[in-house]
């Protein structure tokens, strides 16, 4: 299943828009063997420490996150990228606005 179009040129950071106050995401592709969701966070949100089963990469579209993984903290900027290992504590931070794309691949 699919919520972006297929075979179309896609401006990824233009999928998902900032919301005051809130992390919005958009479903870009759903299937058994993993999601692709995009994400935009509002200046002072975060996505708590929690663990999955599956390793996922998180790639920075716009701004700049903290992301926190086995308590390391990592910064990224748009254009950067990193691999969240499976069954690892993460969290998803920043004091500012970004965008990212979460890639998870169930196996």
Known sequence: MSTAPKAEILELAQLVGYQD???VSRLIVQSE???ITLFAFD???ELS???VPFDALVHILDGEAGIVISGKT???AAGQAIILPANEPHAVKSGTRFKMLLTMIKV
């Open 74 to 76: 990592f910064q990224l």
């Open 33 to 35: 063997a993993g999601n």
């Open 49 to 51: 420490e929690h663990t």
């Open 21 to 23: 106050g809130s992390i």
């Open 43 to 45: 200046a002072g949100q």
